[in-house]
């Protein structure tokens, strides 16, 4: 009988095979508007039609992209994630297959940068256009999330290369991830209502604390490796913001303004992997009590004794692929914080183990994108749920 590490061994290779069998094309939540019927009716995107015509594709068990001419297209962000997947697994296995396939994939997104004469710097985001409530984010314009996920995977493939004695080549992919944080610091760099921080988008001025942590993190590591005093400045002040307004019981709320007052699992993971990757790149120990109380509401409030990852602190629903996979990185790179690593371990393992009773589909050889109290959503979401996944379960083998 396959052990469990074998199981996820094989589920994983499954999944790999299946993304890249479309090319790692997909569909995405939020790629409504990429709808052809907009090339006849532009104008309704950026309002409240074009709000709900997201809601809609997003909400919908029933995909009605084929029929509504919504193509499949690669994600950027996406294939970072599965970049930093390939690169964990040719650490783990030394597979030359695996680096050649992520090296294709950075050549990708190394064309897929974003106007560099209107950005100044390397940066990256979404193949659609997205309306939320607080802003329209046109198709080609950065975001910093995207941007960083990119980022840290060419610089992943860069070191890798650098380790195999290619620095030539390494070179390629390293200077554009390092840029990045110039694009960070420039363009992103906020001061509005009494508060310093990294904005999502250029010229926005909502503040949401996974975002601007995330980013200082990236100026953080290109602070570290260039020895630029001046980031690594920035990055602290900025990260100060974010855990001078971290609640008295270690949780954060999304955001600043008052439709952001929810506090979820897969944000409040994301600044904790962000904080931890600040305090190792700039060898802090200023943010440890921050991260400390952080993980330990985390880990109270954001799992079920049968390993079920919540999206909310007060609401298990919807059961969602991405919030499981950010619960099982962010249970491993933060295992042992309060003392625990064999707790932590074991539960990212069974937080694991009741995805696939939840989220997998074993007749189509990969994971559906949420699971609500009534029904679920088997859509084959490439970014958000695919490619997450993989990029998970192959840092869980690699650290088991």
Known sequence: MATFSQKIEAINATVLAASRSEGFKGYDPFDGLNSKLFEWIPGLKSGIFGLAWIQFFKQSPVNFRPLLAVPKRRNPKGVGLFILGLLTDFSRTQDAAFLQEATALADWLLTQQCNRKEWKHSCWGYHFDWKARAFFVPKGKPNVITTIYVAQALFALADTLDALDSKKQADIYRKPALDAAGFIVNTLYTEADGRSFFAYIPGETAFVHNASLWAAAWVAVVAAYSNNDAYKSLALKVVRQSTSEQNEDG????????????I??????????????????????EFDQSIKKGFSYYKVNFFETDGTAKYYNNNRYPL?????????????????????????KALAEKVISRSLDTLYLPGKQR??????????????????????????????????
Do not use: C
Not at 370 to 385: E, L, V
């Open 367 to 400: 994971f559906a994108y949420q699971k609500t109290r009534h029904f679920t959503n088997a859509i084959n979401y490439m970014r958000w749920s695919q490619a997450w996944a993989y990029y998970a379960l192959t840092s869980w083998l690699t650290s088991h």
């Open 264 to 285: 979820d699992g897969f944000h409040t993971g994301y600044n904790l992997e962000a904080l931890n990757l600040i305090r190792r790149s700039l060898n802090t120990d």
């Open 320 to 344: 969602d692929m991405h919030s499981v996979a950010q619960a099982v990185l962010t249970l491993i790179k933060l295992a042992g914080e309060d003392g625990d690593t064999e707790g932590d």
């Open 251 to 262: 949780s954060w709320v999304y955001g600043a303004r008052h439709h952001h007052q929810f």
